[in-house]
């Protein structure tokens, strides 16, 4: 009882820092469905330690502590990159590879010469597989869920939806998109 | 519906128009009444699970909202106005409705066994055997609604009535009620023959609509049953009996009239873990496994009111809007009904705004009742 009341609330703080470094409010986050699965990830990929020395951050603090970057990153596109990835814009760089499928089609100089990262995001995981923190288990870039992408912030953020998930109904695209406060 | 043929006529409970005018206005309460308890089993399942049971209950939901356009079809090509948008339309969770002798509880909660055996009885109540087993005394003091066993006074009857806190009641009888829903709709398509046989005798006809106002094929998509444009006895009497049978089947059969799974055996599927396919008999599905996880479902607290979040400011807000949301949303259903029919499409992207919004208040723990989260409240 106490154990479940504890990881509780260790997933309400996920919650309510993750509001504060992300913009939107907690209800918003806790409404994407996606918390349990998201402060999952982040502690397996991290560690217990380093999330919580990340919500212990100032998160104002410029540059923010480097787990930061990759819950914010996290909740706006459903995708885990690794702090050392998080800082990196080109979301095509490894949904596209190139037509061999050996490599992305935007060079990836963020990487340690011969460390080929997308070959370890090419689908080979399912969702819901555990992806254990520490060793070998350890990866910089996944999607975490099929519905992760649905949920993305970033979606509500530029008033769209996104493609083939989540449609809005025929015909609904004579109308602006529609912004939230 | 299932009254022997060698009785004699009975005499119609429905001798006016006006009378007709306000069964027809509790059909389309009773059909919305439906819809507010299986969206909030519907979304109370965990993205990405269930897949078979968000199918099942969101197919049966879609097909209530056909129910209640072909209603607000009849309604108004009898010359009737419907209005979606008079207090108490929407009832005050739990809703009581008539199961054969017992009233059941309808809750808005989330999708659990309880849930669907509740949907089960939604769908499929129990058979009148006789004419005299169409009505059925109402026990109001079971109701909790007065200790002595008498029907409520005056005021407050009329307060239920209005309020849908209880279906099937019998308008003008406060010591009766139909046995089912489905001996309610039986009574308007007796209503309806009644006064048209009398207002063919005098050359005229109850049929005075302006089929303008119909809302036609090409304003209503679903992907299950069609839309019946009314124009006369026979459309009506094809409308009404769809809806009560698209709920239980036909003829004792799994199929409705447009070869539709009917609702009640779209859920016994849920419950058998097996899908019905084509030459099945009643109750004994042969087709694919399917599978359910009643444990991927969020705790959505039962019956929840505003009133229950006072502790969780973000959550009261999203809740409150979404009521306002769903006001505005009835409002333009309701225009569709009265001679915009055009603009039942865009009451379609509405109605995916408010999946959202429902999913995400679905989705919110609460603050100090442990283990529950929010949902819509659907307090108007």
């Known amino acids: 009882m106490t154990q479940s009341t504890d990881a509780e609330n260790k997933l309400r703080e996920f919650v309510k820092f993750s509001a504060t470094v992300t913009g939107f409010s907690e209800f918003d986050l806790w409404g994407t469905g996606q918390a349990e699965a998201y402060y999952e990830t982040a502690v397996n990929q991290e560690g217990q330690e380093a999330i919580e020395k990340a919500m212990a951050s100032d998160p104002s603090a410029v540059p923010a502590d480097p787990v930061v970057g990759s819950i914010v990153k996290l909740w706006y596109v459903g995708v885990w990159y690794g702090p050392e990835l998080a800082g990196r814009m080109d979301v095509a760089a490894w949904t596209a590879p190139g037509r061999s499928g050996a490599k992305p089609a935007v060079p990836d100089d963020s990487r340690p010469e011969g460390s080929r990262p997308w070959l370890a995001a090419s689908g080979r995981h399912q969702a819901g597989e555990e992806r254990a923190h520490g060793g070998d288990g350890r990866e910089p870039l996944f999607v975490v869920s099929p519905d992760a992408y649905t949920e993305g912030l970033l979606w509500r953020a530029i008033g769209a939806h996104p493609s083939g998930a989540k449609a809005p109904g025929y015909g609904s695209w004579v109308n602006p998109p529609v912004f939230e406060d | ?380």
Request: charged share 25%; hydrophobic share 35%; aromatic share 10%.
């Open chain 2, 1 to 380: 519906m299932s009254v022997p043929e060698a009785e004699p006529a009975p005499d119609p409970k429905i001798k006016t128009i006006e009378e007709l005018y306000d069964y027809l206005y509790k059909g389309l309460q009773l059909e919305h009444a439906t819809l507010p308890p299986y969206l909030t089993a519907l979304y109370s399942l965990h993205p990405g699970k269930n897949s078979d049971a968000r199918h099942v209950i969101r197919v049966v939901a879609v097909e209530e909202m056909l129910h209640l356009t072909l209603v607000a079809n009849v309604l108004n090509a009898v010359g009737g106005k419907p209005d979606l948008t008079k207090p108490g339309f929407v009832p005050n969770y739990p809703t009581r409705l008539p199961c054969g002798p017992d009233y059941f509880d309808v809750h808005l909660r989330p999708f659990s066994r309880e849930a669907l055996d509740t949907f089960l009885k939604i769908e499929k109540p129990p058979e009148a055997a006789t004419e005299a087993d169409r009505f059925v005394p109402v026990d109001w003091t079971a109701l909790g609604l007065t200790s002595d066993g008498a029907p409520p006074p005056p005021a407050k009857l009329a307060e239920l009535e209005e309020s849908g806190t209880i279906f099937g009641l019998v308008p003008g009888d406060p010591a009766m009620r139909f046995s089912s829903i489905g001996e309610f709709y039986e009574e308007i398509i007796r209503g309806i023959n009644h006064l048209e046989d009398q207002a063919r005798q005098a050359g005229t006809t109850i049929f005075t609509g302006d089929p303008a106002r119909q809302v036609t094929p090409e304003y209503y998509y679903s992907g299950g049953g069609d839309v019946i444009e009314v124009t006369g006895r026979d459309t009506a009497v094809a409308a009404l009996t769809l809806v009560a049978e698209q709920g239980e089947g036909l003829h004792g059969g799994i199929f409705d009239s447009q070869d539709e799974l009917a609702h009640y055996y779209r859920f016994q599927q849920l419950e058998k873990g097996r899908y019905y396919q084509k030459g099945d008999e009643p109750d004994c599905p042969s087709g694919p496994e399917l599978n359910v996880d009643w444990g991927a479902v969020y705790p959505v607290k039962p019956d929840i009111k505003l009133a229950d979040l006072a502790a969780d400011p973000e959550i009261l807000a999203a809740a409150k809007e979404f009521n306002q949301f769903y006001a505005t949303f009835l409002t333009s259903v309701n225009l569709a009904y009265n001679g915009r029919p055009d603009l039942l499409l865009k009451a379609v992207w509405e109605m995916f705004r408010m999946r959202d919004s429902m999913n995400r208040l679905i989705r919110n723990p609460l603050t100090g009742h442990s283990g529950a989260n929010a949902g819509p409240t659907f307090e108007l």
